[in-house]
């Protein structure tokens, strides 16, 4: 159990480490776009919607690779895309939570200031969507494949919850990872 509790420890850090940089990325150039800097106007001070999504599209690609290569390295994928596509899904989908609380504060409550903004979108939304990426993640793309040990013809549970009866399948078996 304490292995357990240590890889996962290690996991959620190096996955806070690689959206924390993601992050930054994205806060930069969605306040640039939204609020613009000191010497340019803010293209898209109208869209904040479309502006998150743009700069998150920039993380996500910071995102990807760090969390492949770093934070899940000790993970197979099993999608053999290398789980491209499932992360984006995730993300996408994951990246209305953001949204949709930037939706409320702009919509609903009539915040416009970039505090505002900033907090529902960046602190609000981003922690409630992290969490469910990081859980998402873990168990759609990189799954840890059980290292199962059988006695006899019991079936022993592995530490990723699965079943193993000791027999193995080379064509069930997920894709490896690939570069």
């Known amino acids: 159990m304490a292995d357990l509790r240590r890889r996962l ?4 850090s190096k996955f806070l480490t690689v959206g924390a940089l993601a992050t ?22 109208g869209h904040p919607q479309l502006a ?13 690779r760090g969390t492949r ?3 899940f390295a000790e993970r197979d994928v099993r999608h053999k895309d290398g789980g ?9 989908a994951t990246m209305l939570i953001p949204m949709a609380c930037l939706w409320i504060s ?7 200031d970039a505090v505002s903004d900033n907090i529902s979108a960046n602190v609000i939304g981003l922690g409630i969507g992290t969490a469910a990426r990081f859980a998402l993640l873990r168990q759609y793309v990189f ?5 199962a040990v059988t006695t006899g ?10 079943v193993a009866t000791g027999e193995t399948d080379a064509e069930s078996a997920p894709a490896r990872r690939t570069a």
């Open 9 to 12: 420890a290690g996991e959620l």
């Open 24 to 45: 930054a990325v994205a806060f930069v150039i969605f306040n640039a776009l939204v609020h613009g800097g000191p010497f340019f106007e803010a293209p898209l001070n």
């Open 52 to 64: 998150y999504v743009l700069a998150n599209t920039v993380g996500m690609v910071i995102s990807f």
């Open 69 to 71: 290569n770093w934070a």
């Open 84 to 92: 491209r596509t499932a992360f984006i899904v995730i993300n996408f």
């Open 106 to 112: 702009r919509g609903a409550l009539g915040l416009d």
């Open 143 to 147: 799954p840890r494949e059980g290292l």
């Open 153 to 162: 013809s019991q079936p022993v549970v592995t530490l990723d919850g699965a």
